[in-house]
């Protein structure tokens, strides 16, 4: 399978694409190692690509889109053509290795963390840090039900946007304003 000048954008469209739900089917129901290959010269170098683009140092790219190819390989049962393509698919595994190799690069690693006891905190700063902490549960519990939920996956549960979308089946658009509604709401209780 060849990239041709029937193909458009990062993945590809039209002909080719289904061609692509072929050879990704192939790969879901008969674990073939061609069609695997054709689909891997395609897509790995355009994933590296849109991961270098995206402010990815080489290295970094190169790891992640064999992580990519990898859950392509592991999870192509899950691929389902009525839902997206193949390319969209596969970017959007891309997209969310990405974002989680960037949470991994913000944790602080376990050498880097401070060992032995630390100071007791000003009782002044503990009674300030009570009272703003009730006063956040208040009104988080003052949200409407469809604000507080979406609020307590973002920010307690650490889901991005689109994790909630694929969870809730609400449209991203929705998740979006319904969370500034709630952190507005929230902005103007604890002033």
Same mark, same amino acid.
């Given at each position: 399978?060849?990239?041709?000048?029937?193909?458009?954008?990062?993945?590809?469209?039209?002909?080719?694409?289904?061609?692509?739900?072929?050879?990704?089917?192939?790969?879901?129901?008969?674990?073939?190692?061609?069609?695997?290959?054709?689909?891997?010269?395609?897509?790995?170098?355009?994933?590296?690509?849109?991961?270098i683009?995206?402010?990815?140092?080489?290295?970094? @790219?190169?790891?992640?889109?064999?992580?990519?190819?990898?859950? +392509?390989?592991? /999870? &192509? $049962?899950?691929? =389902?053509?009525?839902?997206?393509?193949?390319?969209?698919?596969?970017?959007?595994?891309?997209?969310?290795?990405?974002?989680?190799?960037?949470?991994?690069s913000r944790?602080?690693?376990?050498?880097?963390?401070?060992?032995?006891?630390?100071?007791?905190?000003?009782?002044?700063?503990?009674?300030?840090?009570?009272?703003?902490?009730?006063?956040?549960?208040? @009104?988080?519990?003052?949200?409407?039900?469809?604000?507080?939920? +979406?609020?307590? /996956? &973002? $920010?307690?549960? =650490?889901?991005?946007?689109?994790?909630?979308?694929?969870?809730?089946?609400?449209?991203?658009?929705t998740?979006?304003?319904?969370?500034?509604?709630?952190?507005?709401?929230?902005?103007?209780?604890m002033?």
């Amino acid at each position: 399978m060849t990239a041709d000048a029937g193909e458009g954008g990062e993945g590809g469209t039209g002909a080719l694409e289904g061609e692509w739900v072929g050879e990704m089917l192939r790969v879901a129901r008969h674990g073939d190692e061609a069609a695997f290959a054709a689909l891997f010269g395609h897509f790995a170098p355009r994933v590296k690509a849109f991961l270098i683009k995206s402010g990815t140092e080489p290295a970094q @790219a190169e790891e992640c889109m064999q992580d990519v190819m990898a859950t +392509l390989w592991q /999870k &192509a $049962y899950l691929f =389902d053509p009525a839902r997206a393509g193949v390319a969209t698919w596969v970017f959007t595994i891309a997209r969310n290795r990405r974002i989680d190799l960037l949470r991994r690069s913000r944790r602080p690693e376990p050498e880097d963390l401070p060992w032995g006891p630390e100071p007791e905190p000003d009782q002044v700063d503990v009674l300030v840090l009570q009272q703003e902490s009730r006063k956040l549960g208040k @009104a988080l519990k003052e949200l409407p039900e469809n604000q507080r939920e +979406l609020i307590e /996956k &973002a $920010y307690y549960g =650490d889901m991005s946007h689109g994790e909630i979308a694929n969870l809730t089946g609400l449209p991203l658009g929705t998740i979006k304003s319904r969370i500034r509604l709630a952190l507005e709401k929230l902005r103007q209780s604890m002033s």
